[in-house]
């Protein structure tokens, strides 16, 4: 099973990063959040990525032509490529396939996908998120509901954690207060999503298509979207705020997305 991940918005609210990296590539803890979502995938066994790539999508792929080169020690004698040793490959190999595709620096999530869409005609469901989204989340899980619920497509929905604390208020006197709560307003798309191989007739390559517009709103409407309710972690890397949320949660160790053999 392969898993897609949308990795080519400008990323503009998060521009202090982004006027020389795209989002996908800036670091949690050392690592580009990518690999964080890449590695909740990995621990579910899901090692076949398709990453759909537009706005400077060069570094992304550079980024794993020389991954292990930058992530080991190694000896080379200059001038001779095939001479390269690596010399601790145990500690950073990672057991995946990466297929890295252009899909065009104006184009929308539903035109990215179905550009990409190509690499994955030999499986009959796939995964798909966001390139900046990461949660604790059990991916076989989610695959399990989705195949059980029989639906074109399965979205995680998720509470996202407040950035204000709550006060609760009696006789105009505060009697708690509580940080970061997670909001009552209801659930929204939190990515993770699993799809089946035919819900890629509600998409188009043209450069407007939207995914989280006609696509789904027509899927939901045929009776064909379900929802996996999350109820742990979740965040999203939207603004330099949230960078500074997960960087210091990567600081002080808290890190519930993080899978324990890739810490």
């Not at 020389?66 to 001779?80: K, P, Q, V």
């Not at 396939?97 to 796939?126: H, P, S």
């Not at 509600?202 to 379900?226: F, H, I, N, S």
């Not at 996996?228 to 972690?233: A, D, L, T």
Request: hydrophobic share 40%.
């Amino acid at each position: 099973m392969k898993a897609m991940i949308l990795c080519g918005g400008e990323g503009t609210r998060l521009r202090e990063f982004t006027e020389v990296l795209p989002k996908p590539l800036v670091e949690i803890g050392g690592r580009p959040i990518l690999w964080h979502i890449m590695n909740i995938f990995s621990a579910a066994g899901v090692n076949d990525f398709t990453l759909c790539l537009g706005y400077k999508g060069n570094m992304i792929r550079n980024y794993f032509l020389n991954y292990e080169a930058m992530e080991s020690d190694f000896t080379i004698r200059l001038g001779d490529p095939s001479s390269l040793q690596l010399h601790n490959r145990c500690d950073v190999t990672r057991d995946w396939k990466v297929t890295c595709v252009d899909t065009g620096e104006q184009a929308m999530t539903g035109a990215r996908i179905a550009r990409a869409a190509r690499f994955l005609v030999d499986d009959e469901r796939f995964c798909l998120t966001y390139g900046d989204g990461i949660a604790d989340i059990d991916i076989n899980e989610l695959i399990k509901f989705h195949v059980a619920e029989g639906a074109l497509a399965t979205m995680t929905g998720i509470r996202p954690p407040s950035r204000f604390g709550d006060l609760e208020i009696t006789n105009n006197r505060v009697t708690s207060f509580r940080e970061k709560s997670q909001v009552g307003q209801g659930l929204i798309n939190g990515g993770f999503m699993v799809m089946e191989l035919d819900f890629l007739r509600y998409l188009t390559a043209d450069d407007q298509c939207v995914l989280e517009r006609e696509p789904l709103e027509r899927c939901a409407r045929d009776g064909q979207l379900a929802v996996y309710e999350h109820h742990g972690f979740w965040y999203c890397m939207d603004t330099f705020r949230d960078w500074k949320v997960l960087d210091e949660m990567w600081r002080t160790k808290d890190t519930p997305w993080l899978k324990r053999e890739a810490a």
